[in-house]
């Protein structure tokens, strides 16, 4: 029975460890998730030069150490018009699995930027014509009527017995 309760205690062992292993692995993906998810968002913004930002890739590698990833691939096209552009990244997160060694987890992300949406217009916008202005002084319109409500009015509301 010795032999047979150590070989039991051993594959027991063997099974919680790579358990704790696949655990470790399943937060790394989401954290290269998060980390892919976060580098693309910072670099977007980047990639209109009116922003002020650094250059895109320098941000994306930025968010990604801050995320505990390391960038590998950023692409980032910097571009001077208001055209739509997309970022995608690519991160990876390093996790020590036991069983499995040093195992790289990869994560990739993409967004969008639109510097018109960015500046307060709307795509498309651009293209007809603004409206006149009136000379004179802007119109007033009425506030819509709002309704007033205390605390001991909804409390009334309750204790009134229903019928």
Do not use: H
């Amino acid at each position: 029975m010795s032999v047979l309760g150590a070989v039991v205690a051993a594959l027991l062992a063997v099974v919680a460890l790579a358990t704790a292993a696949a655990g470790r692995m399943l937060t790394a993906a989401a954290q290269a998730d998060t980390a892919a998810d976060a580098a693309a968002l910072a670099a977007a913004p980047a990639t209109f030069p009116a922003v002020g930002r650094p250059l895109p890739v320098v941000e994306a590698r930025r968010v990604a150490a801050s995320n505990g990833a390391r960038l590998v691939v950023c692409r980032c096209p910097v571009v001077d018009t208001f055209a739509l552009r997309v970022v995608d990244v690519e991160v990876v997160v390093v996790v020590e699995a036991p069983p499995f060694g040093t195992v790289e987890i990869p994560g990739r992300a993409r967004a969008a930027f639109d510097p018109v949406a960015w500046l307060g217009g709307r795509r498309g916008a651009r293209s007809t014509p603004l409206p006149r202005r009136r000379k004179g002084p802007p119109e007033r319109r009425p506030l819509p009527p709002c309704r007033e409500v205390s605390i001991r009015t909804r409390l009334r509301r309750r204790r009134t017995p229903s019928r």
